[in-house]
């Protein structure tokens, strides 16, 4: 039984046992924003797996070994990521969206062919994705799929919702299109920050072994912040891997 499923039910006994004991309204009144305040917070926190099982990070890595992970392309800026990466030894996880890939397929292409993972972020990353329903939901996955099984011969099962977004509809989505759902759990916030400084500060303080990261590859600033990260993690020995290979599951379908 999911979480929100649970909060139901004890949502269900507690209205039952209101009822019976004929408490005033303003109890139910309390009841009701109480479920809905839990269940918005379980909406927009991927970590606390309300709806769905997400990885957030890998709590058993004992080695120094952790998941540079990076939203929102292919774009213009991803070659510079990528130059970075191939010059500190390091691998990554990109999360495309369709609309991106079908704009820049040789960035894609060079992505998987420098030996990074590749995720499924829909194909349009519309601010509307938590009011899909679930059909649309699959469609977005379904159509970013068969864009990458196109582009690279590869069928994706690794998705990350966009915004970290869950609900009931991306849940049975995803129960149809069996993706591993991934979220993060150092999110460095570089799309709201301006000051690179302070992006890197608020990633360096949560730096821990089996961490996942959350960076975009779509801004000059992110490039920048990137490099320093890169210099950090290497002076502390820890060895930049895909998220894949960090949790153990499979990237793409057999």
């Not at 890998?58 to 929102?72: C, G, M, S, V, Y």
């Not at 820049?104 to 899909?132: A, C, M």
């Not at 303080?205 to 320093?228: A, M, P």
Request: charged fraction near 20%; include cysteine; aromatic fraction near 10%.
């Amino acid at each position: 039984m999911s979480k929100h499923k649970f909060s139901i039910v004890l949502a269900l006994c507690f209205l039952v046992l209101l009822f019976v004991i004929r408490a005033d309204w303003g109890w139910y009144i309390l009841l009701f924003l109480g479920f809905i305040g839990i269940t918005s917070w379980g909406s927009f926190d991927i970590r606390l797996n309300y709806f769905l099982k997400a990885y957030s990070n890998n709590p058993n890595e004992n080695d120094k070994r952790i998941a540079l992970t990076f939203d929102d392309g292919p774009h213009e800026m991803t070659d510079k990521v990528l130059d970075l990466l191939l010059q500190y030894n390091a691998k990554g996880t990109f999360f495309c969206i369709g609309t991106q890939i079908e704009k820049h397929p040789d960035i894609l292409q060079r992505i998987v062919s420098e030996g990074h993972t590749v995720g499924n972020h829909t194909y349009s990353h519309s601010k509307s994705f938590g009011f899909f329903s679930t059909n649309e939901v699959e469609q977005e996955i379904t159509q970013t799929n068969t864009l990458l099984e196109n582009k690279i011969q590869k069928k994706s099962l690794l998705f990350r919702p966009p915004f970290g977004v869950t609900n009931p509809n991306v849940a049975k989505a995803i129960a149809k299109t069996g993706h591993s759902v991934i979220g993060w759990n150092i999110r460095s916030l570089d799309t709201v920050i301006e000051d690179e400084s302070q992006i890197l500060e608020r990633i360096k303080k949560r730096i821990q072994s089996g961490g996942i990261i959350l960076l975009h590859d779509t801004s000059l600033k992110t490039v920048n912040v990137l490099e320093q990260l890169l210099l950090f993690l290497q002076s502390e020995n820890y060895q930049m891997i895909t998220v894949d290979e960090l949790l153990n599951i499979s990237a793409y379908e057999n």
